[in-house]
Every structure is written in C-alpha cells, then in structure tokens.
C-alpha cells in the first residue's frame, strides 16, 4: 500500500514539474516585432538637358490695313480674301474724279504763276530803267513766291491723292479680310487686311526665373499639333522687357520660316527652349510621394535599418524619374516600394 502511494506522489510531482517547465518556457518567447519590408534604390547625379517647354500661338510676323483717306468711292478690289500678293502689287484703284478737278485747278494755278513773272520781269525792267517802283516790283515778287508755293502743295497734295487712288500691298502676304466691294463708298474699315506669313512669328510667355537665359537671336524647336513629329527652326527675335507681375511671365516673340505656307496663322504651338544641360540628382518617380493636402513632395532616405522623411523639390520629369533641385545628396538610398507603413523614424527592414 505504501507502495503504491509512494508511486503516485512520484507520478504527480513529475506531472508538476512537466507543466511548470512548459510555463517557464512559454514565458521565455518574446512576441516577434513587425516590422516593414522596403526596397531601396542609391540615388546619383547626371547630367541633365537643361531645357522648357512652352505652348504658344502663331500669328502674322507683320499686319497692314490697306484704307484711303481721299474719301472716293472704290472703283476696283483687284484681289480677293486668300490671295497671295508681294510687295508693291495694286490691289484698289478708287475713283480718280478728284484728281481731274486737282489736275484743272494746278493747271489754272501754272497760267497765273506764268503771268505774275511776266508781270514782275517787266517791273524789274522798270526799275533798272528808273521807270517804276521797287514796291511794285517786291510786291509782285511776293505774290510770284506765294503762287509757286500753292502749287508745289497742290502737286503734293495730288502726289497723296493718286497713292490714295491706286493702293498697293506694303508688304509681300495674304489677304485675310475684305470689307469692301467695289462700288462701295469706304467708311472706318479698311478695304483690305494683308498679313505677312512668311516668316511667322510665334507668341510664348516664358517664366521669369528663364529671363536671363533667353537671348535674342538663340535656336528654338517649334512643333505643332496639326504635324505630329514634325519640328521646325526658330529664332528668338524680340524679347519683350517687361514681366507680367499677375503671371509672372515674359513674353517672346520666336520667327519661324513658314516654307510652303503649311503653317497657318492661329495654329497652336509648342516652343522648346535648350539652355544646354547640367549635373543633378535624379530620384526614381516611385520612390517620390506626395503629402495629402498639400503640393510637398517627399521621399523616405534608408540608413542603418532606418528611414528618415525628406522633403525635396523637384525640377524636370525624365521618362520615369524626376530631376531633384534641392533635399536630396548623391549616393543617397531611397525606398522605391513598401511605403504605406511608414514614419519619420521607423525602423525597417530591406526586401530580398
């Protein structure tokens, strides 16, 4: 009996002891951390192709109102809206009636300017003779100067009144506007509108920052939407002094030869600035985020099994990266993936 006792005290304290260790060993479990898992990319510098883009318009590189002021009804519109004219061309002849009365009264005034110097030849004659008056010989000169003066600005007048007659193209170009048609007694309007599209001039407002970079007389690509992967030379040919303080732009005017007249007046463009090229950092687009509520734009730098937030600004786009102005240093290591779970500071581990 004592036996059998003795047994079952031996069993319940190895039982015991069997639980005791269990609990002990459970309690030497630590629960495993949870941390993030990222992958990281190094971030050098390159050299970066330092240019801007910009839309703009094209318009005529010169614009000419073709009007009279001699008040005479148009006799004849030679050309009409679409016509290509040079420089010099006719293009209006109005009513000449005036001109005929013009003619007539210079005509009168040249018999009356001949019979004054008659009139004062003989009394210069006189008055060497000691047979009339100095008086009269200065007051028909007098009235000789007064006659030839009329005509001379008559004749000017009838020089404007002919130029006013017959109108010619100022410029070599296309007629764009026709407000007139013969018969028709012009009044406000001009009769034509000739633009010059050859070369054109195209329009950009540029940013401010580029003032000083823009020179007058540099290279520009121009492209069009209506000739995709078709580019066209221009030249920068006046740079505007003035900043628009609302947009905080300039304005550029860039001349493009407009062979074959494929470019039309109101097209839009875009204009591509080359200002050479420089070393900076780039970032891969995946490693840059963006904060809620807000244009910041920041990154997650990885060192030592840590990441720290870094805002950056960012310049140009690279196919798949970003240029980096300021915030980040080369050699840098970024995180590239697993950024839902980060924090300033928080510890992580990298990505097999």
Do not use: W
Request: hydrophobic fraction near 40%; charged fraction near 20%; charge should be positive.
């Amino acid at each position: 009996m004592k036996t059998k006792q003795l047994l079952v005290l031996i069993a319940a304290a190895g039982l015991l002891a069997a639980c005791t260790g269990k609990k002990t060993e459970e309690k030497k479990v630590a629960p495993k951390e949870d941390i993030p898992m990222v992958k990281v990319e190094s971030v050098y510098q390159e050299n970066v192709s330092d240019s801007s883009e910009y839309t703009a318009t094209v318009e005529p590189f010169k614009i000419n109102s073709i009007s009279s002021n001699s008040g005479a009804r148009i006799k004849n519109i030679l050309v009409d809206v679409g016509s290509h004219v040079s420089a010099g061309q006719k293009v209006v002849v109005l009513d000449d009636v005036n001109i005929a009365t013009m003619d007539a009264s210079i005509d009168q005034m040249r018999i009356q300017l001949a019979n004054t110097k008659r009139d004062l030849e003989r009394a210069k004659e006189l008055v060497r003779i000691g047979g009339g008056t100095q008086q009269a010989a200065d007051q028909l000169q007098a009235a000789y100067d007064a006659q030839l003066k009329a005509i001379e600005s008559s004749t000017r007048q009838k020089t404007t009144m002919n130029e006013n007659t017959v109108l010619t193209a100022p410029i070599s170009g296309v007629v764009t506007t026709k407000n007139y048609n013969n018969g028709d007694l012009p009044a406000g309007l001009p009769v034509l509108v000739i633009e010059q599209q050859n070369p054109l001039k195209v329009i950009v407002n540029v940013n401010e920052t580029e003032f000083s970079l823009v020179k007058q007389g540099m290279s520009v690509s121009v492209t069009f939407d209506a000739y995709p992967g078709e580019k066209f030379a221009g030249k920068v040919h006046i740079i505007h002094p003035q900043v628009d303080p609302n947009s905080r732009t300039f304005k550029v005017e860039v001349t493009i030869v407009n062979t074959n007249n494929k470019v039309r007046t109101g097209m839009f463009a875009r204009v591509k600035f080359n200002f050479g090229s420089r070393m900076s950092v780039v970032v891969p687009d995946q490693a840059v985020q963006k904060q809620v509520g807000s244009g910041v734009r920041f990154v997650y730098v990885y060192s030592n099994g840590v990441v720290q937030f870094r805002t950056i600004e960012l310049g140009r786009r690279l196919e798949n990266r970003y240029e980096v102005i300021s915030g980040l240093e080369s050699g840098a290591q970024v995180v590239t993936y697993g950024h839902s779970r980060l924090n300033d500071g928080c510890k992580v581990q990298l990505a097999q």
